[in-house]
């Protein structure tokens, strides 16, 4: 829970959208990346280095350095905050950069309308979208370069969030998973190379299936994933698997909707079948974390007519309606809130 406790503290809040434009500055221009190559400069070589006026380099370095994304040496010299720096040594920048193109591209224009999303209680911001359809995902193919940037960070929010998948989806025994709605692959991808005696098919609309065919080559595990067209509220789901995974899904649909596919899931499995649910989640108790309670907005207002990020005790509510018993809880151990939650079909 964060506290506001002083008018200061209202600050962030109030101004939250400068906040983002900052950070989005940093990364578009290159800053964070010259920084980072440079190790530290001072203002005078910084503007140069990225084509900006003296004006200019001093309201980009004020806000960065004040928001803590970088620091100012004992020299005057402008460097990356440790948390930054640590990203692009550990491999994981590209997929923040990712995923603030994909704040700035796709859910910013959008965020501003949270209200009238509240209102009418659906996704208002889809308007700005070309197309037809309820949901984001009928409406991007009408504007190729927001779909690619899409499916882009939609990987990268899956690489950032996959190793708690890994971490606590629980294979044991389990000898083939249907990834329901698994998009490009990226999940099943991750769990196959971590799970080597377990096999996947995943299944989601044709143009997804056929981007993950490629994506499953190219990861050279085509003889253990396969792939299959299928609507996953209106066909059928395949029989002859023992565990079936909803992975970053039920945050797209409505409760009664995430009821209607857990008990689909429940009819495709045997007794002793697992189901198991991962995506970002929020807390009982109604008060964060503040990660799910930002990323909230984006589903509100986007995504589809009744998207939002539910605490733990809905889906183990869910679970319990469809069917599934022995419910369990696996929060992950990082700093997004994604977990696991999963459920026996014909547990005690």
Do not use: C
Request: charged share 20%; no cysteine.
């Amino acid at each position: 829970m964060n506290k506001i406790s002083s008018r200061e503290d209202l600050v962030g809040p109030l101004f939250g959208a400068a906040a983002f434009q900052m950070l989005r500055a940093g990364v578009e221009l290159g800053l964070f990346g010259l920084l980072q190559d440079k190790g530290e400069l001072p203002a005078a070589d910084i503007g140069p280095a990225l084509g900006l006026s003296e004006r200019s380099t001093r309201i980009l370095l004020l806000g960065v350095t004040a928001l803590g994304l970088t620091e100012v040496t004992e020299d005057g010299s402008h460097r990356n905050a440790p948390v930054l720096a640590e990203m692009f040594a550990d491999g994981s920048w590209d997929i923040f950069a990712d995923i603030v193109a994909f704040e700035a591209e796709l859910v910013y224009l959008p965020l501003s309308d949270l209200v009238e999303s509240l209102r009418s209680d659906t996704n208002a911001g889809l308007a700005r979208f070309a197309g037809e359809g309820d949901d984001l995902y009928h409406r991007l193919p009408e504007t190729p370069h927001l779909e690619a940037l899409f499916y882009r960070s939609m990987r990268s929010w899956s690489r950032l969030s996959n190793p708690v998948l890994v971490a606590k989806a629980d294979l044991t025994g389990v000898s083939r998973v249907l990834d329901v709605g698994g998009g490009d692959g990226v999940n099943a991808i991750a769990l196959a190379r971590a799970n080597p005696g377990v096999r996947f098919t995943v299944v989601d609309l044709p143009g997804a299936v056929e981007i993950a065919r490629g994506k499953i080559a190219e990861a050279g595990l085509a003889d253990r994933i396969d792939v299959a067209p299928l609507d996953i509220f209106h066909d059928e789901y395949p029989a002859g698997h023992d565990a079936v995974l909803f992975a970053n899904q039920l945050v797209i649909w409505s409760a009664e909707q995430n009821l209607d596919l857990l008990r689909r899931a429940h009819a495709a499995l045997p007794d002793g079948g697992r189901v198991m649910v991962f995506n970002v989640m929020s807390d009982d108790s109604g008060d964060g974390p503040l990660y799910s309670a930002l990323d909230n907005a984006y589903f509100a207002t986007l995504t589809a007519p009744r998207s939002m990020i539910y605490p733990w005790g809905d889906y183990e509510g869910w679970l319990r309606e469809a069917g599934f018993a022995e419910v369990h809880r696996a929060p992950g151990d990082t700093w997004t809130p994604h977990g696991v939650i999963s459920g026996i079909k014909g547990g005690a």
